[in-house]
């Protein structure tokens, strides 16, 4: 037990230093550190000709809801996971479920440091200007035009009203970083919630809950287009780089949200019926591969429903579900065989 306790406290260290690395490097691209190719544009082009007006959704409420919105979700499904399993008061379930919560949400931050990565990594090569580009930036060049056509790629900004990041940041329009963080943040709880939400709650419960994260992503998403500070094809490519981000983490880094039974120890992380070790009679629910537990795409014969499956076959040379059980799982279906 403390072997394994140790192995994961160096695995959260590692995670932790490959984090800030990775923020370290997005802060030199922000700040200008990093140099950036930059893109031309034609004289008096309507579509960057809009004036700024602010944000709806500020980056401080943005990474604020994306940091603390889906560690509460996480945080209360696996409580609920516990209370349902072990019963108990609302402190210790919550206090149980603190490490199942932890390990879901340390992959969701990874995940996210992909997503800001991927999309500073694009804003940086594409160097698009904003809509409200002409008033940010005001460029020299653009104040003696001699036709609206005029392609200009030589110029400089002349604003010294507001931060040189501001100005800077006029020049990174694709993608739009407030969609991509938003949808994979939105998509990412809702499969979450879709695997791991107690079976007992009310019908409507979890597509509330999903309505309310995916509306959290509209939001975040239009309002770039309203105030114009993307463009339509920026908040397309947002969404689907937030989209293939979040299907990315929870089949590679989540497994889709399928628990080990050798993360801690403890059966909290598989607490919810039909996603563990096993049902109230102590048989298991569902069948352990390679150190996982399954609740879809197994290859075993049992499927997500063992006991559908006579024990006869599970206990079968043939099967490969029989190599995965424990001996005290096997000896219970060998009783069950017997006396069906």
Not at 157 to 186: L, Y
Request: hydrophobic share 40%; net charge neutral; with cysteine.
């Amino acid at each position: 037990m403390w072997k394994e306790r140790k192995a994961q406290a160096w695995r959260w260290v590692v995670d932790v230093l490959i984090y800030a690395a990775v923020l370290g490097l997005l802060a030199a691209v922000e700040y200008g550190y990093m140099p950036s190719p930059r893109t031309g544009f034609y004289c008096n082009d309507p579509k960057i000709n809009f004036k700024f007006n602010g944000d709806t959704v500020t980056i401080g409420i943005l990474l604020s809801g994306s940091f603390i919105f889906p560690l509460l979700a996480l945080w209360f499904v696996e409580a609920g996971l516990t209370h349902t399993h072990r019963g108990g008061g609302l402190w210790r379930s919550l206090r149980a479920a603190v490490r199942p919560a932890a390990r879901w949400y340390r992959e969701f931050l990874l995940g996210l440091g992909v997503v800001m990565f991927v999309t500073d990594a694009m804003k940086l090569l594409v160097s698009e200007p904003r809509p409200h580009f002409l008033d940010t930036c005001r460029p020299d060049a653009a104040l003696n035009c001699s036709s609206p056509s005029q392609w200009i790629d030589d110029f400089a900004c002349t604003n010294q009203r507001d931060s040189k990041w501001a100005v800077r940041d006029s020049m990174r329009s694709f993608p739009s970083g407030h969609t991509s963080i938003s949808v994979f943040t939105a998509l990412y709880v809702m499969i979450y919630l879709r695997r791991r939400m107690m079976p007992d709650v009310t019908l409507l419960l979890v597509p509330w809950l999903q309505g309310l994260f995916l509306l959290w992503a509209l939001v975040c998403s239009l309002t770039r287009i309203t105030d114009h500070r993307h463009h339509w094809w920026d908040v397309m490519a947002g969404s689907v780089v937030g989209v293939v981000s979040a299907f990315y983490t929870v089949r590679m880094f989540c497994e889709d949200f399928c628990p080990r039974h050798e993360d801690d120890g403890d059966d909290s992380l598989s607490s919810s019926p039909g996603v563990g070790r096993g049902d109230a009679k102590g048989l298991p629910t569902r069948p352990l591969l390679n150190g996982h537990v399954h609740a879809k795409d197994c290859t075993c014969p049992c499927g997500p429903d063992l006991d559908a499956v006579p024990a006869r076959r599970l206990l079968s040379s043939s099967s490969s579900c029989a190599s995965s059980l424990t001996a005290a799982e096997e000896r219970e279906l060998r009783e069950v065989s017997t006396t069906s």
